[in-house]
């Protein structure tokens, strides 16, 4: 059974103060990892897709990375707008699109 | 615009009433899928479509149908609603090339209480 597994469920940080979101997972074949924020009371917003290790992805103050078992999505001097719930999700190779959720890590950047 | 449509976005329902929670997208996607979000549980697949007339049940379909009779319709329906079933909805939808690439397009949500 493929599991997905967020670290921390919350953090605070304060404007400026880099840190890491970890997603941990397990799946027989990865097809792709995928990125996603999510704003309260918003449906899910698609940031990334990382398919083998050692690929790395950019969009502005986030970087994605990929290893055999984790991920880890990089904030760098994160600002109050990048506060939201960041998901994980996993795909495992095969026919069907069934992707695998963690779920997520709540963001507070505090100004 | 883009968008992925649902209706309703708030609806406070009982046990057995059937509804239909509809969802319509303008990007002339293949692919459209259903989840629900509960506390502790993230996102959790209900069903998708591939396209117009092929469905297949995700992680939790029971207690849930979904018909594709139109490229932009996707409708969930809760054919006798439990308690159980109280969860937030969402719709996505994506190309089908793109399916596999997680890119998907959700919905605002549909909040759904079962009394």
């Known amino acids: 059974e493929d599991q997905v597994t967020q670290s921390p469920e919350a953090l605070r940080l304060q404007e400026g103060e880099s840190s890491s979101l970890n997603c941990s997972y397990t799946?027989?074949?990865?097809?792709?990892l995928f990125w996603y924020r999510q704003d309260p009371g918003k449906g899910p917003e698609f940031l990334f897709t990382?398919?083998?290790a050692g690929e790395e992805k950019e969009k502005e103050r986030l970087k994605a990375t990929l290893t055999k078992k984790e991920s880890f999505l990089h904030i760098t001097a994160p600002k109050p707008e990048d506060s939201a719930t960041y998901l994980c999700?996993?795909?495992?190779?095969?026919?069907?699109?069934?992707?695998?959720f963690g779920r997520g890590t709540s963001l507070i950047v505090h100004p | 615009e883009a968008q992925v449509t649902q209706n309703p976005r708030y609806l406070i329902t009982v046990t057995g009433k059937k509804l239909t929670v509809t969802c319509s997208q303008n990007?002339?996607?293949?692919?459209m899928s259903w989840y629900r979000q509960d506390p502790g549980l993230g996102l959790r697949q209900i069903y998708y479509?591939?396209?117009?007339?092929?469905?297949d049940k995700g992680d939790v379909p029971e207690g849930y149908k979904v018909s594709r009779k139109e490229k932009r319709n996707f409708p969930l329906i809760l054919e006798s609603p439990s308690p159980n079933q109280t969860s937030l909805y969402f719709c996505?939808?994506?190309?089908?090339?793109?399916?596999?690439?997680?890119?998907?397009?959700f919905g605002e949500g549909s909040r759904l209480t079962v009394l």
């Open positions: 996505a939808s994506s190309l089908l090339v793109q399916a596999g690439s997680g890119e998907l397009f």
């Open positions: 799946v027989s074949g990865l097809r792709g």
């Open positions: 990382l398919y083998s």
């Open positions: 999700a996993v795909q495992a190779a095969g026919g069907s699109y069934i992707p695998t």
């Open positions: 990007m002339n996607h293949e692919y």
């Open positions: 479509s591939m396209n117009v007339e092929v469905t």
